[in-house]
């Protein structure tokens, strides 16, 4: 099982990776994911398991023993622009370890387990987070979806023939092992943990409208500078964030025209916010908008404010969450929240019980090249996994 990990790991590590920054560029319908989907393939052949799809992308590779409910795992294999070798791809390459590991034991499962590959978990080409899990779930419509577009105006219509629910009929459980994205396991000193739930979170899209100008012959009293609105409402989130303990990101910014000698016309900007509880979320969103709105009076800009996606909070099962950390030797694995989205939260909120495993990152960052995991921790995940699923399909 250590060998096929490591082999695993070895074949994904070149695909999507900048020689400049040590990141993976690895968007949906883009080469890299297609090579990392056709490897998917390969290693459900390889093992015997049987492949379906649904028109979207999204991929599950069957292990059809038993009968009833299937047992589903796995994870993405797309990442953020310049994001971690981690994110994603270890649930998937820990879930087919899982399933050798299994099989090394003798395991006979009584229920179907499957091995799932969510497309545009992340968002970073069609601008929603889970998308594959939402259209597969049914919260997210096609008619909806299709009209989404990338950073170069492709409607994701375009680029796929459609997607819906009908790929998770029979699922009957999923747990997803990810990563962790942050230090609590490390601060706890655990290999793995297990989640107890998501914080609720949305994506707003600010769009700050100014008056295009020269940049040397506009005097600085006569500029209706849309960049100093946003500036400040970035400060604004900041300060808001740290007061209430909870978290505010401003991570992309669009610029109209982009030139470096002109006052900009306009600037758009996209809001990350994530909170312990949905009234937190509201107020901390409503303490932003209400400065950035104030500073845009006194701007004499234009502000328009859009919820592009707001996620509510997660609790996952907690008695499933217990005998997943109950699920080894030498005492129960530790249950934490998680500040992050994930395909896991979306089938929660469809009614299917979940659960979610961590393994430790030394560095605590994510989303990021310094992203990592230790092999040795790898390998607990797997292990702790092989055990979950045992119990679950047994």
Same mark, same amino acid.
């Given at each position: ?29 883009? *080469? ?11 290693? @459900? ?34 990442? !953020? ?10 649930? !998937?390459?820990?879930?087919? *370890? ?31 987070? @889970? %998308? ?48 962790? /994205? ?10 793995? =943990? ?44 900041? +300060?808001? *964030? ?12 669009? !610029? ?8 900009? #016309? +306009? ?7 994530? @909170?312990?509880?949905?009234?937190? %979320? ?14 845009? =009076?006194?701007?004499?800009? #234009? ?9 509510? #909070? ?20 530790? !249950?934490?929240?998680? /500040? ?8 929660? *909120? ?15 960052? #994510? ?10 921790? @790898? ?16």
């Amino acid at each position: 099982m250590p060998d096929d990990f490591e082999r695993m790991w070895a074949d994904l590590a070149p695909v999507g990776r900048s020689t400049r920054s040590g990141g993976y560029f690895r968007q949906p319908f883009t *080469a890299p994911e297609e090579e990392l989907r056709a490897w998917f393939a390969e290693q @459900c052949a390889t093992r015997g398991l049987r492949v379906e799809h649904d028109d979207f992308g999204n991929v599950v590779g069957w292990w059809d023993l038993g009968s009833g409910p299937g047992v589903l795992t796995g994870s993405h294999l797309d990442s !953020v622009l310049d994001g971690g070798a981690y994110d994603g791809p270890l649930g !998937v390459v820990a879930a087919l *370890a899982a399933i050798d590991l299994m099989r090394s034991r003798a395991v006979v499962p009584a229920r179907p387990v499957g091995v799932s590959v969510f497309r545009e978990e992340e968002g970073s080409r069609f601008g929603l987070a @889970c %998308l594959g899990s939402r259209l597969a779930t049914g919260a997210t419509t096609w008619e909806t979806a299709r009209a989404l577009t990338d950073r170069d105006g492709v409607a994701l219509g375009d680029v796929v023939a459609g997607g819906g629910p009908g790929l998770l009929d029979g699922v009957g459980t999923f747990v997803e092992l990810h990563v962790e /994205q942050g230090r609590d396991l490390v601060d706890r000193g655990a290999a793995v =943990g297990v989640a107890s739930g998501i914080w609720p979170h949305g994506r707003y899209r600010f769009e700050v409208t100014g008056q295009a100008n020269h940049a040397g012959t506009t005097r600085m009293e006569d500029r209706v500078d849309p960049m100093l609105t946003y500036a400040f409402t970035a400060l604004a989130a900041n +300060k808001q *964030a740290r007061l209430a303990g909870q978290r505010a990101t401003f991570g992309r910014v669009a !610029v109209e025209p982009n030139g470096t000698n002109a006052v900009p #016309s +306009k600037v758009t900007a996209w809001l990350d916010a994530r @909170c312990a509880t949905e009234s937190e %979320l509201d107020a901390l969103v409503e303490a932003i908008s209400a400065q950035a709105t104030d500073r845009a =009076g006194r701007d004499g800009t #234009s502000l328009a404010i859009t919820a592009e996606s707001v996620s509510a #909070s997660v609790a996952f099962d907690p008695d499933l969450a217990a005998r997943v950390a109950a699920d080894h030797e030498g005492g129960s694995w530790p !249950v934490i929240p998680t /500040q992050a989205g994930h395909d896991a939260g979306i089938l929660a *909120a469809a009614g299917i019980p979940t659960a979610m495993l961590f393994v430790r990152n030394p560095t605590g960052v #994510s989303h990021s090249p310094d992203e990592h995991a230790e092999v040795a921790d @790898c390998l607990v995940g797997v292990s702790a996994l092989a055990d979950t699923l045992e119990r679950l399909a047994g």
